[in-house]
Nanobody
Framework: QVQLVESGGGLVQAGGSLRLSCLAS????????MGWFRQAPGKEREFVAA????????YYADSVKGRFTISRDNAKNTVYLQMNTLKPEDTAVYYC?????????????????WGQGTQVTVSS
């Protein structure tokens, strides 16, 4: 089993950047595909980005493509989400998720492990 803890959220001005980190503990992390989701107040949790177990492939929601970058360092048991050119509509709680599979998935039901979330607030 994998335990996930996000960090790096906070308040940032529109146009700024943040880097979120997700630290994983437990065995088999290196074989897990990982993803980021977000949920704004009153909105459904939505897919943001995902990465295969070895970082060889990534996939992004259209809303963040070109602005966000997902990466991982398996030696550090960490997944990152670099967020650039942030917009007020990016404001949400961001969740790190792990999948007991090596391949990318984009829906909540495909993920087995979830972090507690970290708040990202983008001011205008």
């Amino acid at each position: 089993q994998v335990q996930l803890v996000e960090s790096g959220g906070g308040l940032v001005q529109a146009g700024g950047s943040l880097r979120l980190s997700c630290l994983a503990s437990g065995r088999t992390f290196s074989n897990y595909a990982m993803g980021w989701f977000r949920q704004a107040p009153g909105k459904e949790r939505e897919f943001v980005a995902a990465i295969t177990w070895n970082g060889g492939s990534t996939y992004y929601a259209d809303s963040v493509k070109g602005r966000f970058t997902i990466s991982r360092d398996n030696a550090k048991n960490t997944v990152y989400l670099q967020m650039n050119t942030l917009k007020p509509e990016d404001t949400a709680v961001y969740y790190c998720a792990g999948r007991s599979n090596s391949w990318i998935a984009t829906t909540r039901r495909d993920y087995d492990y979830w972090g507690q979330g970290t708040q990202v607030t983008v001011s205008s």
